[in-house]
């Protein structure tokens, strides 16, 4: 059951001014009850007024709107939580609580993709809640750690947002336009409504389950380390495994140039082109990575045949790309592959440009050598890799 407030209460929460409000329930966006309170509900809908103020849209467009029912702000509750309450403790205090320099906290805020906040803005309980436990974690590796953790939750819920609702914009909202105004609107509000509670709960499905394997990776990585350390290594099986990563050169630079359409279609062609390749050649594609895919291969010539032709598959779909492909011991955990195996072959694939395809000694060595030839690189040192490591360039070999 949804709270309700005072006229004062609900100014406090929304940090707005009495006449405001009085002037939005003159209009018909909040009604309060016959005891004059409003409901939580009329927080979310005296917030939304507030964006469209700012986006230049004066109450008194707003007000011709909704007589002409054009629009309406009485459903928007449906699409959100719970709005908490306002704390009595305002960003200052709390940077302060926290020893923490009021200019870092509002970079936090702009890493989250949030406005900058000022000095004596309250802080809703979820909000101080979340803060808090943020802060505790991450604030234990420093400002840089604070700043970077805040951006990579921040960049994917905002496109996860951006990105749903222009979806839904685009494809589910153009199917009702026509037919009465009420039925138009009872099922816009039930799609809407479905679409909204969906994204938050699918991203936070998805989350776990990610950060369930990434944990299980670090853990996996650690305990290799570990044994090496201690002159130990994992059991090597009779024939290597292989594992391909294959990447897209350029391309954030291309989405920029060419816009999202283009980027779906060219994920669609590296994903039915990886499957096709993988498929054809006893592999599987074990993930996209947004410009690029990982691949698996019990063996390594064939690794090596379905790479060589998938790199000049996708560079022919005008794709450019690149490839990197090690041998070794890996670890499999619900359909995917951890261990220093994987992380090589990743790193490996960052030192190809456009069209190459490079591998690593124990690619050489377990592969027939009939059908490539092996081109020495110079030995190469790669992120989180101890020694040099020797690269080669791969090439199908010519019949003379």
């Known amino acids: 059951m949804r709270r309700t407030l005072t006229l004062a209460a609900l100014a406090k929460e929304t940090e707005s001014e009495t006449g405001l409000l009085e002037r939005l329930a003159e209009v ?35 007000a011709e709107a909704i007589e002409h029912d054009l629009f309406t702000f009485e459903y928007l509750d449906r699409f959100h939580p719970e709005p908490s309450p306002r704390s009595d403790m305002d960003l200052g205090r709390f940077a302060d609580s926290f020893g923490l320099d009021l200019n870092l906290v509002k970079s936090i805020f702009l890493a989250m993709g949030l406005a900058e906040p000022s000095h004596d803005d309250t802080m809703t309980t979820e909000e101080e809640e979340i803060l808090t436990r943020f802060v505790d974690v991450w604030g234990r ?18 496109l996860l947002s951006e990105g ?16 009465p105004l009420d039925d138009r609107i009872k099922t816009i509000v039930e799609t809407t409504e479905k679409a909204t509670l969906l994204a938050p709960a699918m991203f936070q ?10 944990i299980d990776r670090a853990n996996i990585e650690g305990l290799e380390e570990t044994m090496r350390g201690h002159g130990l290594s994992l059991p090597l099986p009779d024939t290597l495994p292989a594992v391909a990563f294959v990447d897209i050169s350029g391309y954030t630079r291309m989405t920029e140039l060419e816009g999202d359409t283009h980027a779906v279609r060219s994920s669609d062609v590296i994903r039915e082109r990886s499957q096709r390749a993988a498929h054809q050649h006893g592999g599987r594609l074990v993930k996209l990575l ?27 779909d005008g794709l450019p790309a690149h490839a990197g492909i090690h041998a070794g011991s890996l670890v499999e955990h619900d359909g995917d592959y951890y ?4 992380n090589l072959a990743s790193r490996i694939a960052g030192q190809a440009v456009a069209g190459e395809v490079l591998v690593s000694a124990s690619v050489v060595e377990g592969s027939d050598t009939g059908g ?20 080669y360039l791969v090439s199908r070999a010519v019949d003379v």
């Open 205 to 214: 499905w998805l989350l776990q389950t990610h950060l369930r394997h990434a």
């Open 372 to 391: 490539f030839v092996f081109e020495p690189r110079q030995q190469a040192r790669l992120k989180g890799i101890g020694e040099p490591v020797e690269l």
């Open 339 to 342: 261990g220093t195996t994987v």
């Open 28 to 62: 018909g966006v909040i009604a309060p009850d016959v005891d004059g309170r409003y409901t939580s509900g009329d927080v979310i809908r005296v917030e939304a007024v507030k964006s469209f103020l700012h986006a230049g849209v004066t109450i008194e467009k707003i």
């Open 164 to 179: 749903w609702t222009r979806l839904y914009v685009e494809k589910i909202a153009p199917e009702h336009t026509v037919g």
């Open 290 to 316: 947004g410009d690029g895919a990982m691949l698996y291969f019990d063996q390594v010539t064939n690794a090596l045949v379905a790479v060589v032709g998938l790199v000049a598959a996708l560079s022919r």
């Open 141 to 158: 590796g420093g400002e840089e750690a604070l700043v970077r953790a805040a951006r990579l939750v921040g960049e994917p819920a905002r």
